[in-house]
Structures are given as C-alpha cells and as structure tokens.
C-alpha cells in the first residue's frame, strides 16, 4: 500500500500539484464486526495475545476472530433542556480501527496517513510520520487532542507553527480573543472533516476484514480512492 501510494503522490507531482498550503491533521473511527467473547477472552485480547494462542482448539473460530481492533468511547455533550439547562454527557462504545490523516490545507489532498486500533491516542501520531515535510508551508491545523507539550515542542524544533486548537479550563469560558482565534482554526482545518464524509458516506468505508495489516489495505485504497476523486475535480475546474 505504501508503493501505491508512493507512485499515486509521484503522479501528482508530475501533474504540477505542490504541496504548499500547510497541513491539516485529523483522525476518525471506523467500524468494524462486533466480537462477542467471553470475559477471559477479552483479557487476553487486551493482553495482545494471537488468535491462534486464545483459541487454538477451535482453528476455525480463531480465523474469525479480530485481535487487533479494539473498544473504546465517543464522548459528547448533553443536549440542551428545553429551561436552558444542558443534560448529562453521553459516552457511546465503538468497536474498530482508527485513520489518521494529514492533508494539504490548500489542493486537500492525502499526504501522509496511519491505520491503528481504535484505542490508540490521536496525539501521539503527530510525532509518528503524520508530518509532511515536502509541504513547503510551515503551518499545522488539528483540534485540542493533538496539543501537548511534546507536541509543540515537536513542531517548534522543525521551524513549524502550531495552529492547533486550545483546551478550556473546565468551568471557565475562554476569552474574547482566544474565542475568535479558535473560531479562526476552525474554519481552516475544516476541511479534514469533507474527507472523512467522503470516505464514509459515499465510499462506505468500513472494515470487515480480519487483521490491522487488511484494515491498513482497506483504509489506504480509500485514501487513494479520495486522492483520485479530487485530482479530478481540480482539472475539471482548471479546465473550466
């Protein structure tokens, strides 16, 4: 998957599209198949053991069984109360994988991505070849996961500046002129958010694939499949 990728961005060159417009990094969930195992089965599935070790009796069924996605929760907020008020959080499971992506800000093309379990943390695979250093813009967009310490001092020490979003302390509002910077990052990393649609709404990208080598297959071709899709609308706009 990384020689087609790598041949798909040489094409892109070739066709005069530059990264150059700085970077957008985003990651989202994908589903998969629901495993239903018993109570040891899952602590030895956390515990990374194979397939072929949990259920070694049963050949068949280990052949079935995903080892490497993994559970975790989509947190959001309450819904607003008809006496203005807000109810309570809301944590919802999902059982999957993970993509993570960097995009060019200006032609939103792929540049650089990663497949992991869905338990993995965003953050961290901003320092994990996320970052795109042929983009000859300097600027980095991504919300409040991907800022931290090590994060910042990551992109200061390659000459990059950090536009990802800040944390509010809890119970505190944030300032007048932090709102309107965060109001700012948003509008320009909102993009990120158009591919991922595509992928799942039009592409219905999911994995029902066994393994994170098949899930990383089926989470690269889309990525090309959404590389290929906005090649062509931007010649369909330059030859307009």
Not at 51 to 75: M, N
Not at 101 to 129: E, Q
């Amino acid at each position: 998957m990384e020689a087609l990728f790598s041949r798909f961005d040489q094409a892109l060159r070739e066709a005069g599209f530059i990264a150059m417009s700085g970077r957008i990094v985003d990651a989202s969930l994908v589903a998969a198949p629901k495993q239903r195992n018993s109570e040891e089965e899952k602590r030895r599935v956390k515990a990374d053991e194979s397939a072929k070790r949990i259920w070694g009796d049963k050949p068949a069924r280990a052949s079935q069984k995903d080892v490497c996605a993994r559970w975790t929760l989509i947190f959001g907020r309450g819904r607003k109360q008809p006496d203005g008020t807000r109810g309570p959080d809301i944590a919802i499971p999902f059982f999957g994988y993970k993509s993570h992506l960097s995009i060019d800000r200006g032609s939103r093309f792929i540049r650089k991505w990663a497949a992991t379990s869905a338990v993995d943390h965003d953050g961290r695979m901003l320092r994990r070849g996320l970052i795109d250093r042929s983009n000859t813009a300097s600027g980095v967009w991504a919300d409040s996961t991907y800022r931290s310490r090590k994060n910042e001092a990551f992109l200061q020490k390659r000459g990059l500046v950090s536009h990802i979003h800040r944390r509010r302390a809890p119970g505190k509002p944030f300032p007048a002129h932090m709102r309107k910077g965060q109001v700012t990052r948003s509008k320009h990393r909102a993009p990120v958010e158009h591919v991922f649609a595509f992928q799942k709404d039009l592409c219905g990208l999911l994995v029902r694939t066994i393994g994170i080598e098949r899930a990383r297959m089926k989470i690269g071709l889309a990525n090309i499949l959404h590389n290929i899709n906005r090649l062509a609308i931007l010649r369909r706009k330059k030859a307009a």
